[in-house]
């Protein structure tokens, strides 16, 4: 019997309420909705080539700025992905993408191995992004990799617009997600880990 690869989460706190569904094992469908035009896109991004459906919503300070809801996005979306995964059984753990997108190329490679870690070679050459800061970019990985449990390594390795630079992150990072998550047949039924445990 096929084990469904589910994930919620909730939370609310002073400065964010936000609800999240993840299913591992979808068609890359979404609905998003962050108060954040720009996150939404990215989110959307990220569902569409990981091939994870994803629903977001979210409401937040962004009278103050938009910092909490970023941040707070990324650590339910990363809880979400660390439910729906489970002991981690059966998937290929490791991941990893080269994203062109016009001027600009992006190296993503992760590991799915309950030990967050994040590398984050990607530098800007605008504070921001239309409303966006762009140093909330880091915030937004940083929390779903530590959520998630994955060791994640983005590095933009050359690029001018920054728009492509911030989308080439999201179209890496889910290309290799969608890699890690994958269950192998070969070993569906195993933790790929010599310790037994991820």
Request: with cysteine; charged share 25%.
């Amino acid at each position: 019997m096929a084990r469904t690869r589910q994930g919620k989460v909730e939370r609310k706190t002073k400065e964010t309420e936000i609800s999240v569904t993840v299913d591992l094992d979808g068609t890359g469908t979404s609905e998003i909705a962050t108060g954040i035009g720009f996150l939404d896109h990215m989110l959307d991004q990220l569902s569409r080539h990981s091939l994870m459906d994803l629903t977001v919503k979210a409401k937040g300070d962004l009278h103050i700025d938009f910092h909490h809801t970023t941040e707070d996005t990324g650590i339910c979306i990363g809880e979400a992905v660390a439910k729906a995964l489970g002991d981690r059984t059966g998937i290929r753990r490791w991941g990893e993408a080269t994203v062109p997108m016009d001027e600009t190329l992006t190296r993503v490679a992760l590991d799915a191995s309950n030990r967050p870690y994040l590398i984050w070679k990607v530098n800007f050459s605008k504070p921001k992004l239309g409303e966006m800061d762009t140093e909330l970019f880091k915030e937004w990985f940083q929390a779903f990799a530590q959520n998630a449990g994955l060791t994640l390594h983005v590095e933009n390795l050359y690029g001018e617009n920054n728009h492509h630079i911030v989308e080439s992150c999201f179209k890496g990072l889910a290309r290799a997600l969608r890699q890690a998550i994958e269950i192998d047949p070969r070993k569906s039924d195993a933790v790929p880990s010599t310790k037994g445990v991820l």
